[in-house]
């Protein structure tokens, strides 16, 4: 198993988020850089760190005027007299509205649909850094005997092209996915975050040759709310190649691994070149989100189960939530993944 990571990450560490009328605890907090790097190097796994000089690969999927954005946010929220330290968008275009200003608040309300994207000072080199350690996943990922894990944080599979929303500012597994597809011909994507991967299943809505699959917490019942519904299953030439499995709120082992199951008898009929596998841990019992109740012993299994497709496999961290047990579901997973017993 090689681990790919960078320092950087940890740069975007905002405190708190606007929701439900406060400011709570923001989810992805640099501490899961920090556990997720102590649990690979306890296990012994070779520990590499990104060389960050893969910046093309990142407006392959994404819209440029959007990452210039990114890029520029923290500084021009930094101009203006008066405003707070961590920038946080509060106008938003509606479906009615479609002009893209060029003033810094509608432009960035333009490029957001909520107010869980803080943006920092450390923000863009820690998105950055995470991004590049997907695509030097990708370029390491040559055989199926030689597993990737891309320590991606923060996480991204809810970024569309333009568009951040839910933590997620650029979508590391679909920057992965794009070069694999461009080496490999054929990628699966299997999401097993509690959430659906909506920004994933969009950048490849049309493409019959990236298939993705999601198994997450029905929309109806919590976000991403507007997509990842059983009916979206592609449109034009990707008709047929998204597979959304969503399920019940507290969903345990025994279901979750049925629907993992069923992702991947799909995956083995489409005969991938390899496999990118969004991988969250915030169906866990103890995730501070308390959705689904999924056990280190369920995490082991589907990482038994991915191992088995036997295709060369890039693993890219999403979701999962401090908590005590945080890292002993990774440490579970990847003991699982590595060994395939
Ligand atoms: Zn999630």
Redesign the pocket.
Known sequence: MLVIHHPDQALHDPEQVFRTGRFIDQPDRAERYRIFLDVVKDSGYAVVEAPLDRPEAITDVHDPNYVGFLKTAYARWSERPGYGPVAIPNVHPTHRMHRKPTEFLGEFGWYSNSTSCPITEGTWPAIFASSQVAVHGADRLQTAGSPVYAMCRPPGHHAYPDLMTGVCYLNNAAIAAEQLRRRFGKVAVIDI???HGNGTQFIFWRSADVLVTSIHCDPQLTAPFYAGFADEIGEGGGKGYNLNLPLPWATPDKPWIAAIEAALQRIRLFQPGALVVSL?F?AAEHDPSQTFKVTDKGFAEAGRRLRALGYPTLLVQ??GYLSPALGGYLRSFLQAFQSGT
């Open positions: 975050d509690v959430h969250g915030d999403e979701g």
